[in-house]
């Protein structure tokens, strides 16, 4: 295939326009397999608990949704309760303090490797609502000493005397949201904080011995151009965070209200957002962060670099993780859990939720059991997502398959991506080139048995 003028970068990305034009349709992400849109109501409590006891998991890593928040962000599409009264939260911690007490027995001893607050803004409690969840959480679970604890904080609205407590009650990683430092763009999406702010917040973290701070950051959003952003990625390599998340703004006014405050004319166009891209995968390699793919970049010593080197790098609903021998168990509205050959959501709207557990004492709403063929797919997809590589022999033998008979489809699409140097592919490993790092969901949509019916309803892959 003749594909113009293509560019290896310093990040071992080969940037091809007509690549990207050919392959950027719509896709998942791959933070599961199936994706959520699979989800359905047919699958009962009594299902999932079945699939729970069934799970040889060795441990178990939490996830609890907080979803309030001082003010509205426009870009933000999370499940979120706009509110200025904090004791909201008092009655969501008696939600989920009872969510908890109908849980099975055995959630109750299997070890606890990892904790997760997410949101809308897990900050927005106070110190003793934060302290009163870990201890429900410490006292319902085994938290294990070395549990990695970490939380979603927003600058703004959170006194720097917070982290004391944070770190007093365990939490040993922070994931800060940045999203631009342009005055412009934060006008634009209603989210204003300094560089400085964030500054202070992460020296005093590190004053208190946090392990790892992570950034996010998002491109695409309004009036960002190759030089705002540029100046925004040098003032966080500054800060030299251990991780970074640089997020592709998905905009979708028809499904979240809050992007319709954002005017598609200040938006930067596509051929501007992927140069934004690109500038950044090439500035954050240079300064020595390894790109982990996707949305994820790590420096090199850091354990999901580590992983990845290793090939034992997992995928779940929070991104990239290095656990991969544990079950998710979600907590809260919207959570998901995936536990055993299970997905399980609570209910999205709060006063769902709280019905729920004041009837049933648990919030389920949907989910999905997964069939073999699922499960066989699932792990062909988290290979090539995680690990940029997969070795044919290791899935036949662990599912007793021919391959190239199981996925006859997908086999016979591989020459075409050899073809255009997203693969090598030699018939026992499928290894991602340069010029398919950044199209790897297209890679990973050829095991895809659900694509056809649901493809639509996803963003661009770039």
């Not at 008696?94 to 959630?107: S, T």
């Not at 090939?311 to 907590?331: A, I, K, M, P, S």
Request: hydrophobic share 35%; glycine share 4%; with cysteine.
């Amino acid at each position: 295939m003749q594909t113009g003028q293509p560019q290896q970068s310093d990040s071992d990305v080969i940037w091809d326009p007509a690549l990207l034009e050919k392959y950027n349709t719509s896709g998942p992400r791959y933070t599961s397999y199936p994706t959520a849109l699979s989800f359905h109501d047919q699958v009962t409590r009594a299902d999932i608990i079945s699939s729970w006891q069934q799970s040889d998991r060795n441990e178990l890593s939490l996830y609890v949704h907080l979803p309030f928040c001082h003010t509205l962000c426009y870009y933000c599409g999370c499940n979120k309760v706009i509110t200025r009264h904090p004791e909201k939260v008092d009655r969501y911690l008696d939600a989920l303090e009872a969510e908890i007490a109908g849980l099975p027995a055995e959630f109750k001893t299997k070890p606890v490797s990892q904790i997760h607050w997410g949101g809308g803004t897990p900050t927005f409690l106070d110190s003793e609502q934060s302290e009163r969840l870990m201890t429900m959480l410490r006292t319902a679970f085994a938290v294990q000493d070395s549990a990695q604890i970490s939380i979603e904080v927003d600058p703004r609205e959170f006194p720097l005397e917070r982290l004391d407590t944070l770190k007093r009650i365990g939490f040993n990683r922070l994931s800060i949201g940045v999203q631009d430092f342009s005055e412009t763009v934060q006008l634009a999406v209603n989210r204003i904080q300094s560089e400085q702010l964030v500054a202070h917040l992460m020296a005093h973290a590190r004053s208190l011995g946090f392990d790892s701070i992570n950034l996010d950051l998002i491109y695409g959003l309004p009036h960002q151009t190759i030089k705002s952003f540029a100046a925004t990625l040098e003032q966080v390599l500054a800060l030299d965070p251990e991780r970074l998340s640089i997020f592709n703004y998905a905009h979708l006014p028809d499904r979240f209200a809050a992007q319709r405050k954002i005017k598609d004319e200040h938006l930067p166009p596509a051929e501007q957002k992927l140069a934004i891209l690109r500038h950044t995968i090439d500035t954050l390699t240079s300064a020595g962060y390894q790109f982990i793919g996707m949305d994820h970049f790590a420096k090199p010593d850091d354990e999901l670099a580590v992983a990845q080197r290793q090939g034992v790098l997992h995928r779940n609903f929070q991104g990239y993780t290095t656990h991969q021998n544990c079950d998710l168990l979600g907590l809260g509205v919207s959570s998901i859990s995936q536990i055993g050959r299970s997905f399980s959501q609570n209910h999205r709207e709060l006063k769902h939720y709280y019905q729920a557990i004041e009837s049933h004492q648990h919030a389920h709403t949907k989910g999905y059991v997964l069939s073999q063929d699922d499960v066989i797919r699932q792990r062909v997809i988290r290979d090539l997502i995680c690990n940029m590589q997969l070795t044919v022999g290791d899935i036949e033998k662990q599912f007793a398959i021919d391959f190239n008979d199981y996925f006859a489809d997908a086999v016979q699409q591989l020459p075409e991506l050899a073809d255009d140097g997203l693969i090598v592919w030699d018939g026992n490993t499928i290894t991602v080139e340069p010029a398919g790092k950044l199209l790897i969901r297209n890679i990973c949509m050829l095991f895809d048995a659900y694509l056809k019916q649901s493809q639509q309803r996803f963003s661009k892959v770039i």
